[in-house]
């Protein structure tokens, strides 16, 4: 119970850290994984999520990313998806590879299943608005692409770094 009540901490001091203040790849990626752990906690093994981190800490805590950006989609897949299907399980996946030229790629992939029976319709709000963080962040450099029918929703998001990274951490 001590170790739940310290990580849950660190996720509410995430969230309150200065908007303004650099924030990384690997903070965000830390809180989501945090918060991927609580629901496991809440749901149990009816839970049926796979989670793939395959994002290098010490390269990623130099990559800058605005906060809350990618929890804002990792939310909204128990907000508006179902997590409990075990013949089609939510599927987040986390990569980082590096080019040989020293530039990074990122890319974030959520495939589920919309929940047909969510009380809370979806406003595209989430979702238009970590665009329009992105856009203004990354300019050119971000690729977000939806495909989405009644059985399935992927989100795919590509987000290219440069060599010379420590000047986008305040945008």
């Known amino acids: ?21 650099p924030n990384f790849l690997t903070e965000e990626l830390r809180a989501i994984e945090t918060y991927i752990g609580f629901q496991r906690k ?3 093994a009816k839970l049926q999520f796979s989670l793939a ?6 390269l990623g805590s130099r990559l800058p990313l605005p906060k809350w950006t990618l929890m804002t989609l990792v ?6 998806g ?10 987040l996946n986390l990569d980082l590879s590096e080019n040989t030229d ?3 790629q990122f890319t974030f992939f959520i495939k589920n299943s919309p929940d047909t ?19 203004h962040h990354f300019k050119n450099d971000y690729r ?9 929703f992927q989100l795919k998001i590509t987000i290219g770094y440069g060599r010379d990274i420590t000047d986008r951490t305040t945008g």
């Open 144 to 152: 977000l692409q939806i495909e989405e029918n009644d059985r399935e």
């Open 1 to 21: 119970m001590f170790k739940d009540f310290l990580r849950f901490s660190e996720l509410i001091s995430y969230s309150y850290k200065e908007t303004l203040s």
């Open 82 to 91: 179902n997590c409990f299907l075990p013949d089609n399980p939510c599927i």
């Open 42 to 44: 809440r749901f149990g």
């Open 75 to 80: 939310e909204n897949i128990f907000k508006h």
């Open 53 to 58: 981190n395959r994002v290098n800490p010490d």
């Open 117 to 135: 029976d969510a009380v809370v319709s979806s406003t595209g709000f989430g979702i238009n608005t970590v665009d329009r963080i992105l856009a």
């Open 102 to 104: 020293g530039k990074s």
